[in-house]
Structures are given as structure tokens and as C-alpha cells.
């Protein structure tokens, strides 16, 4: 059973770190392209960062310089290292993940699997 597990997340104070981790059961995981979202309460779901296979690292403007994403694929793992974190960037972060080449990343609908989402809360 194909599974995404989210983990890292927890309370910053403004200007700090975290480094979120998500880790992959059930597939091939370097046969998928894999993107990271986030959904503040009352606010859709947005793209934040995506890391394919064919495809160049892609970030949303407002993580640009602060955010990094990678991944491991012999620990079936993707990484996004969160820097000078802010107020606006509290939200449940969500990893997912599609087997197609996604071309449109950061619109959620082209990604078939998700995983359960882990909270990031930054404040002081």
C-alpha cells in the first residue's frame, strides 16, 4: 500500500528553522515526482516547493532563498529545509506524490497521493 508520512513539524519562533521529512512506503519512490503544499486554516491548499524527476526544483516566490527541498531515494525520502521562518508560513504542510512528470506543480490536483500532513506553527 502506497503510503507518504510527514514529520518534523512543531512551534518556531520567527526566524527559525525546521526541517521537514517525507517518507515514502509501498512504491518505487524515485519513479514519482514529488511536491510539498501547504494550507493555512481558511486559505487553500498551496504549492510550496516540488522536486521530479526530469523536471528543475520549482519554489513558490514566497519560500524562494528561505526553503530547500530534497531528496533521498535509497531512503525513499524527501527533505524541505525551512530557514528564517515567518508568521505567514504557519499552515499543515502536506507532501504528495505522482507518478506522471508534473509539469503544472503546484496545483494539488496532479498529484494522486498525499500524505497526512504534519503542522507548522511559527510564533512568538
Known amino acids: 500500500q502506497l503510503q507518504l508520512v510527514e514529520s518534523g513539524g512543531g512551534l518556531v519562533q520567527p526566524g527559525g528553522s525546521l526541517r521537514l521529512s517525507c517518507a515514502a512506503s509501498?512504491?518505487?519512490?524515485?519513479?514519482?515526482?514529488i511536491g510539498w503544499f501547504r494550507q493555512a486554516p481558511g486559505k487553500e491548499r498551496e504549492g510550496v516547493s516540488s522536486?521530479?524527476?526530469?523536471?528543475?526544483?520549482n519554489y513558490a516566490d514566497s519560500v524562494k532563498g528561505r526553503f530547500t527541498v530534497s531528496r533521498d531515494n535509497a531512503k525513499n525520502t524527501v527533505y524541505l529545509q525551512m530557514n528564517s521562518l515567518k508568521p505567514e508560513d504557519t499552515g499543515i504542510y502536506y507532501c504528495?506524490?505522482?507518478?506522471?512528470?508534473?509539469?503544472?506543480?503546484?496545483?494539488?490536483?496532479?498529484?494522486?497521493?498525499w500524505g497526512q500532513g504534519t503542522q507548522v506553527t511559527v510564533s512568538s
Open positions: 504528495a506524490a505522482d507518478r506522471s512528470y508534473v509539469i503544472n506543480w503546484m496545483a494539488p490536483y496532479n498529484y494522486a497521493y
Open positions: 509501498g512504491f518505487t519512490f524515485d519513479d514519482y515526482d
Open positions: 522536486i521530479g524527476r526530469r523536471t528543475p526544483i
